[in-house]
């Protein structure tokens, strides 16, 4: 069981820096926009993880489940929120990516610096 | 039992990153975004946050995918390979995941009740949502009355980054913005099968959004997820029936007005509120009775927000399909 | 009559479960685009149905039951149209089915 | 028995997954998304149901429906971008 428990975070470990790698090794705008969607996912996949307690069940009361353990809503809030959130801003970076394509003619950072430089 | 199917889509999780990092075709990586976003919603729920996997759903799997082919039809699908810093890059990553997992040894144990997380104020939400809201789904509860302030602050977030994509891309729509742009616009009107399952399915897709809008007290479901879900619907007219048919239905300055009204109704809540002589998004003096109050609020700000998400998305979405020439 | 449902139930999940395997499998280990649509939306469609009709007799005549329906309605109204579109996606892009392309090892026609 | 069915569809979705990675084409990618799509709804029942929950389908609900929109939107977006190369190729010959 500790073991198991341990994997969820390690998963959050690795698919945030998959993610991270994505933004700082890839010349590619819009692969950076997609590794910036990873991280964000990790770190949803974090909370949503602290906030789980074993034998729990989600904390919308039902008549089925009589009273019981439930799990944790605050983070469920802050992740709900901050999905929609991270998609508004994932379109607000696309929206530019797409204008820097307009006006340079390439979205490849080390083309962009080429240009700027002349 | 739960946990060790959770520790299998994690693995897929994983694997499908990397190939997401990997491939040089991004056209494959938004499809594999896809999939990832489907694994995550499945983990969401199997920890039990069914709420956020409702979003996730919604957003991940069709907005998300929408709006990043939108991009790439107007840039190019392939990424050009250089990997000038891929050594440097690849050392540091690792060097921090090994941190990072480090770290976690030092994590209170997975699922552990007596946790720091959950001991401070969530067991008074879980104990006192009963007593003083006494709607059945705790997290509408904290989204929409404890944690007011701070939705409030979301709404406004995605209501700013849509004004901001409007700004980068709704103005000047195109140099070539004529028959032709028309032409590539059209959608799927020929495609005979998809469009009569598509028009079939509108109708029940948009229902379901509003149910899922106003059953958001007791069980899954609110005003971010119903946003998404009428959008997603909508969105799907617009790929069947062209952009232009999508417009006159809703159009921009109809969509507009929803991203505002969202939020003045949300503000405007909290104004009222405290006009009849509570603070500022304090349901409780909406109605003679406190609990009777709340509740109103929670649906009226639910709405707000519903109607900002719609609002601020299809607005996004149309930003980027009116580009494409 | 319970235990009948209950049994019958289990066999409908079973089934479901090896058809979704089947089509799995198919998916992977065809040879070309539509050989594998064709395993992936058949098992897909066959899967389904008995998965979600078996989990139908064990969520009893309940609000529960009706959702299932619906999602199972709406499945298979959804997987054979996305079938359809791209398979024709796939064929106005120029990708021909096997037997036209070249003949597997042996050359039959 | 439950637990077969959640395995079955587990497996499925890592087969899809590996279909998904290889391709080739992208057309094998985008019918390996529809089916980890309808995978993913199933499991979502399924694990409903096994947790007791059954007030949940709402989720497989909606993925049901999103998931029919995602496969629609790449094949506009091959569409559009066939449509596009051809006007560019009448362009570049008159």
Known sequence: MKILGLYY?????????????????????????????????????????????????????????????????????????????????????????????????????????????? | MTVIFGVFLLTLLVITALAIVRTENLFVAVMLMGIASLLIAANFFILDAADVALTEAAVGAGISTVLFLGALALTNAQERSTTSRKLLSTIV????????????????????????????????????????????????????????????????????????????????????????????????????????????????????????????????????????????????????????????????????????????????????????????????????????????????????????????????????????? | MAMFLDVLSWILLTLGGISVLIGGLGALRMPDLYTRMHAASVTDSLGAILVLTGAMLQAGLTLATIKLAAILLFLLLTSPTSSYALASAALIAGTKPLSEREQPEGGKQ | MYYAVTLATLITMGLALVRAIMGPSVYDRVLAVNMFGTKTVLLLSVIALLYGRPDFFDLALAYALINFIGVLAVLEFFRSRARRRELEQQQAKQ
């Open chain 2, 93 to 325: 990553v690792v060097a921090a995941t090994l941190v990072l997992i480090f770290a976690t040894f030092d994590k209170p144990e997975f699922g552990d009740p007596n946790s720091p997380v959950q001991t401070h104020v969530s067991p008074w939400y879980l104990e006192k949502t009963p007593e003083y809201i006494d709607i059945p789904n705790v997290v509408t509860a904290v989204l929409g009355s404890y944690r007011g302030y701070d939705t409030l602050g979301e709404v406004f977030v995605v209501f700013t980054a849509g004004i901001g994509v409007l700004f980068l891309l709704g103005a000047n729509p195109g140099v070539g913005a004529g028959q032709q742009a028309r032409e590539i616009n059209s959608g799927l009107r020929h495609h005979l099968i998809p469009r009569v399952v598509g028009r079939l399915l509108i109708p029940f897709i948009i229902l379901f959004g509003l149910y899922v809008q106003f059953h958001g007290e007791y069980g899954p479901g609110g005003g971010f997820q119903a946003g998404a879900i009428i959008a997603a619907g909508i969105i799907l007219y617009a790929l069947l029936e062209g952009e232009k048919r999508a417009l006159e239905v809703m159009p921009q300055k109809f969509l507009l007005g929803m991203m505002a009204a969202g939020g003045l109704i949300y503000g405007g809540v909290g104004v009222v509120c405290m006009v009849l002589g509570g603070n500022f998004l304090d349901y409780s003096v909406l109605s003679s009775n406190p609990v009777k109050g709340q509740q109103m609020g929670i649906i009226l700000i639910e709405a707000g927000v519903g109607i900002a998400v719609t609002g601020t998305l299809l607005s996004i979405f149309h930003a980027f399909a009116a580009r494409e020439r």
């Open chain 1, 9 to 118: 975070y390690w998963v959050f470990a690795i698919l945030l820096m998959t993610g991270f790698y994505a933004v700082i090794a890839k010349p590619n705008l819009i692969k950076k926009m997609i590794g910036l969607a990873l991280f964000q996912s990790a770190v949803f996949l974090l909370y949503i993880t602290m906030g789980h307690i074993v034998g729990g069940t989600a904390p919308i009361f039902s008549s089925v489940t009589g009273d019981t353990l439930y799990s944790n809503p605050l983070p469920q809030v802050l992740i709900l929120t901050a999905i929609v959130v991270g998609i508004s801003t994932t379109a607000l970076g696309l929206g530019i990516i797409v204008r820097i394509k307009e006006e340079y003619g390439s979205i490849e950072e080390d083309e962009i610096q080429e240009i700027d430089k002349q």
